[in-house]
């Protein structure tokens, strides 16, 4: 079992930056293998954002690359997403997500059934 809190979200400028973190609490941390954050904005779908491997191999969504990072403190338990260069098309509800698959976290693999997920935190961009 494990439990997911995202914090960090809220409002900025086209521009700005903002950093997410996710506290993840797990009888077994370590197990968790894929890590990952997803989007889900108005109207739209869930994507995938970005995923790290329990061994710091990261994937990123084609539209994120060069603006977002993510990135995680496995002494501390938390999940990151550096987000950068904000766009008005970021706006969504971010959620961060953790399964025990590492298979979840292999280039190209677009999976979103992660098993644990955290509650969302909203980040708005205006123009």
């Known amino acids: 079992q494990a439990q997911l809190v995202e914090s960090g979200g809220g409002s900025v400028q086209a521009g700005g930056s903002l950093r997410l973190s996710c506290a993840v609490s797990?009888?077994?941390?370590?197990?968790?293998?894929?890590m990952a954050w997803f989007r889900r904005a108005p109207g739209k779908d869930r994507e995938g954002v970005a995923r790290i491997s329990v061994y710091d191999f990261a994937t990123y969504e084609d539209s994120v690359k060069d603006r977002f990072s993510i990135s995680k403190d496995s002494a501390k338990n938390t999940l990151y997403l550096q987000m950068n260069s904000l766009k008005p098309e970021d706006t969504a509800t971010y959620f961060c997500?953790?399964?025990?698959?590492?298979?979840?976290?292999?280039?190209?693999?677009?999976?979103?059934?992660?098993?644990?997920w955290g509650q969302g935190t909203q980040v708005t961009v205006s123009s």
């Open positions: 797990a009888f077994d941390y370590s197990s968790l293998r894929c």
């Open positions: 997500a953790a399964d025990y698959r590492l298979s979840l976290c292999d280039e190209g693999d677009s999976r979103s059934s992660f098993a644990y």
